[in-house]
């Protein structure tokens, strides 16, 4: 059980419509940041599918579209800045997190713990020097590692306001030399 959402539970996503308010809401939310989520789900899928033989599963696609929906919290000016954050805007940008768990909380009745774990924390990093709760290591869940490597490689590729998109191989030399 995750702290902030009491709902989140371990749960066999079902066809049925139970998780139909869920699955809208990562549909809508994979195409904020300009597709954004929807990048990461397909690279995270692939990369559990690659390096852990985990077949396509629906909880790392929701969790993979779903982990930026609390930057609709964020403020404009600090999530389309177009120059390095400011330490009080980092400090802002770094809430998305919790605020994400927050809106999912809020509009489900049920929250499977494998997207509240993407959501929540595909920020911490393997040394823990990550956010928001500072896990390390094996502690951090997998799918939320999962989303993380996706994320970053997003992040990394796709051109913001404030940087433009990195070539693929330096993209693949940043991603080798452990930069997540």
Not at 70 to 90: C, F, Q, S
Request: hydrophobic share 45%.
């Amino acid at each position: 059980m995750t702290p902030i959402c009491p709902s989140a539970t371990k749960v066999e996503l079902s066809p049925g419509s139970e998780h139909r308010q869920l699955r809208a809401l990562a549909q809508q939310a994979g195409l904020d940041l300009d597709g954004h989520g929807n990048r990461v789900a397909g690279m995270a899928q692939a990369l559990g599918y690659a390096h852990q033989g985990l077949p396509s599963t629906a909880l790392l696609a929701l969790g993979a579209q779903l982990h930026d929906i609390g930057k609709r919290h964020i403020p404009k000016d600090v999530l389309d800045a177009p120059r390095r954050l400011t330490p009080a805007e980092w400090t802002i940008m770094r809430l998305h997190t919790i605020l994400g768990l927050e809106i999912l909380c809020r509009a489900l009745d049920e929250v499977p713990q494998d997207v509240a774990d993407c959501v929540l924390l595909h920020h911490e990093t393997w040394d823990g020097s990550g956010y928001p709760i500072g896990l390390s290591g094996a502690a951090i869940p997998l799918l939320a590692r999962l989303v993380a490597i996706a994320d970053f490689i997003d992040a990394l590729a796709s051109p913001r306001v404030y940087k433009s998109a990195m070539p693929p191989d330096l993209v693949r030399t940043l991603v080798l030399r452990g930069g997540v």
